[in-house]
């Protein structure tokens, strides 16, 4: 699996979804505006009551995507950590301990979170452009 690849592809998914989250937050500002005018008080407008509903939605889908974008930083951080940028490990074998190298240049590993966890994220977006089937999970 190519982390970079769905890294990208994972924030592609999220720019669009921030950029429709944030249309229906303004366009609920517009209708609770619209609702103020004075030739409207006091009739009924279909649906409309629901806009402050629309707009709590909305913003917690912002929330979230903010959350997803942290998680799919935090893989990245942690798939592309490098101890000491440049010379390869002498960890025989092992790429959780640090080596002398490491220890010398004292930089603590970002906390442990598997490339796994971005599958789980993509499945929510299976149906949209780009998403590969080699990034289904299988059980
Ligand atoms: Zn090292």
Do not use: F
Not at 3 to 28: F, K, P, Q, S
């Amino acid at each position: 699996m190519s982390t970079a690849d769905l890294v990208a592809w994972l924030r592609g998914v999220l720019d669009e979804n921030e950029a429709a989250a944030r249309e229906l937050v303004a366009e609920a500002a517009r209708c609770r505006e619209a609702l103020k005018e004075p030739r409207l008080l006091g009739t009924t407008q279909v649906g409309w009551g629901n806009w402050t509903a629309v707009e709590r939605t909305a913003l917690q889908a912002l929330a979230d995507i903010e959350a997803k974008r942290a998680i799919v930083d935090a893989v990245e951080r942690y798939v592309s950590w490098e101890p000491h940028p440049g010379v390869p490990c002498d960890n025989e074998g092992n790429p959780h301990e640090p080596c002398d190298l490491c220890i010398a240049a004292n930089r603590s590993m970002p906390p442990r979170i598997e490339p796994h966890v971005l599958l789980l994220l993509a499945m929510a977006y299976a149906d949209r452009p780009g998403y590969r089937t080699e990034w289904r999970l299988t059980e």
